[in-house]
């Protein structure tokens, strides 16, 4: 069942043994060791004595995410069909606008897991945050993140000067976009903006140009038309050497979840990939699931802005992950060498995904 309110409880042991016995059985009569327990308010046995009275629930789990990004569709179809019940999980979705601000919620243990951007992961390594590990990315878009600037300015050396507005994965494409063009940040007057000022700064002329991924791209070009197109991710150095966007999203968890209760972290994925094969066979109905309810749109409209985006869950899951290991330690380097972080972390010290390869081996998806 989805939620929007917060629902920040945690599952006692018993509560916790008793859902994640069920899930993984269904309904009736689990034996373990002389143990039996019945679900549907059944009674726990030992030994032919009657124990308790059991009052079996749902583990409540958290995620935090946008309701802007189609990159979160897999979760939010996986909330919509129900998956996460089926799973044994009391789901909620709770909606954090920015990718700093779910890691921060994370942190705090506000949520237990996020698909979010890895520019602000790879800052929290290297601040030392051990409260996660990622595991997996399910979502790509090259193609969907643009430089937009306003009329006059019909190239990316006219922004020397200029005042120019993006925020965590964005910016790594703004500043590659620099770079490429024999420009760094200090030629630009640079100010990090939420993703939901970007249109109206732009419109305002409070900002001379925004790098901002769709949905909100396609909103700002609706709401200045007169505007520019000057770059997309796939123009810049990073697409040409990884073939992905900058700083695709990566989904992380809560340390604790995994290592106290792995079949718990089990079950999240497993719903999660159930999510990702229904966006993948069945776009349209996909889009109309979310459109009134996360985003707020036609589905007609909802379906048109991921149409190119890459969706990602059990297929070649191992190999998909690594690569993403591999441009993340990448891309730790590459902050560094612009001085955004004060050192490098070892990404592999963050990654884990054992508890996904034990998934995969029992589930097919």
Known sequence: MKHWRKNLGRWSAIGLVMALLLT?????????????????????????????????????????????????????????????????????????????????????????????????????????????????????????DGLLARAGIASIEDLRGKKVAANTSAEVTFFTHLQDHGMSVDDVDYASLSPSDMCLALKNGDVDAIDIWQPILGDCMEAVPDATLLALDTDSSIYKQFGTAAAPDIVIIRR????????????????????????????????TLVADAYFEKPAEEVQAGFAEFQFFGASDFEAHIQAHTDQMQWLAQWLFDQGTIPSVPDVSNWVNYDFVLELLEDRDF
Do not use: H
Not at 83 to 108: I, M, Q
Not at 260 to 284: H, L, Q, W
């Open 24 to 144: 993984a059985c269904g309904s009736g009569t689990v034996t373990d060791n002389g143990v039996t327990v019945t679900d549907n308010g059944g009674t726990v046995t030992d030994n032919g004595g009657t124990v308790a009275e059991v009052e079996v629930e749902p583990v409540p789990v958290s995620f935090g995410g946008s309701v802007t990004w189609y990159g979160q569709l897999p979760v939010m179809v996986a909330a919509e069909n129900g998956y996460f019940e089926e799973e044994g999980l009391d789901f909620t979705y709770e909606t954090v606008l920015t990718s700093a601000d779910r890691l921060a919620a994370l942190t705090a243990g506000d949520i237990d897991f996020s698909n979010l951007g890895r520019t602000s992961l790879i800052s929290a390594m290297a601040e030392g945050n051990d409260k996660f590990y990622f595991f997996a990315n399910i979502d790509d878009s090259p193609g969907n």
């Open 256 to 287: 604790a979840i995994v290592d106290e209760t792995p079949e718990v972290a089990k079950a999240i994925v497993a719903a999660v990939f159930r999510g990702v094969e229904f966006v993948k066979s069945n776009p349209a109905e996909a889009a």
